[in-house]
């Protein structure tokens, strides 16, 4: 089943005077269930693209197809709705609010939805990520690499199609980093569809497609068998 369809998507803007294409007649078809890179160095546009795909951000000409739907046939608030719906996200940062602990952190997004009753849901998630013992404590008592499985414990929680992940091993350790993508590896595997922007070697030794972009353009995009 296709999650994501991308027709003929460019993005630009003004810098000053100067038109900056940040994308450039990207025609992508991602299926369910697919452990997909986004590769290419600073500025080549990979970053841009996931923003696209998560709803963050609109292209400025081509069409945008999530879960079968047209973004541009949306309003702004169909499409804040279709993100919480069918989108997780995973940051470098982390993005955990440090005044909320754990258990806190991975309900906000079910209470942004109007979700009542998310405790549950929420430690069920946090067990999922091996953090069961840690559901009390807030991010200053926690190690990166367990910060780290939070976020995805808060993008796992409302149950979306897609989870997006830009540099998440980043500024982790190699054994915290090796440990979030086994994990990873492990939810692809139950069927949930990741896309990450990286380029990291070890992340890109995990895919199983790698889209390779320069200058806002797919150079490549290759397919391997996962080790």
């Known amino acids: 089943m296709v999650v994501v369809e991308l027709k003929n998507i ?4 003004m810098l000053g005077n100067n038109q900056v294409n940040a994308l450039t007649h990207i025609n992508l078809t ?3 269930g697919e452990f997909l890179v986004l590769k290419g160095a600073s500025g080549s546009g990979k970053s841009t693209l996931l923003n696209i795909i998560g709803i963050m951000d609109q292209a400025s000409h081509g069409e945008t197809y999530i879960a079968g739907k047209s973004l541009n046939q949306l309003s702004d608030n169909q499409q804040s709705a ?6 997780g996200f995973i940051f470098q940062s982390f993005n955990l609010l ?3 602990t754990a ?6 997004p079910l209470s942004l939805q109007g979700i009542k009753n998310t405790k549950e849901r929420a430690t069920i998630a ?4 091996g953090l069961g013992e840690f559901i009390h404590h807030k991010p200053n008592q926690l190690s990166g690499g367990q910060m780290q499985r939070v976020a995805i414990a808060r993008a796992l929680v409302t149950e979306p199609d897609i989870i997006l992940a830009d540099e998440p091993t980043a500024n982790l350790d190699s054994v915290s980093a ?7 590896t492990e939810l692809n595997q139950q069927g949930i569809t990741f896309i990450f922007a990286t380029h990291h070697d070890y992340v890109l030794s ?3 497609r790698i889209i390779e972009l320069k200058d806002g353009a797919i150079l490549e995009d290759s397919r391997k068998a996962v080790a």
Do not use: D, W
């Open 10 to 13: 460019s993005r630009h803007f």
């Open 30 to 32: 991602i299926n369910q």
């Open 98 to 100: 440090p005044v909320l």
């Open 206 to 208: 995990k895919a199983s």
């Open 103 to 108: 258990l806190e952190n991975v309900q906000y």
């Open 82 to 87: 279709m993100r919480k719906k069918h989108i």
């Open 126 to 129: 946090l067990e999922r990520v």
């Open 178 to 184: 090796q440990s979030i993508m086994t994990l990873m």
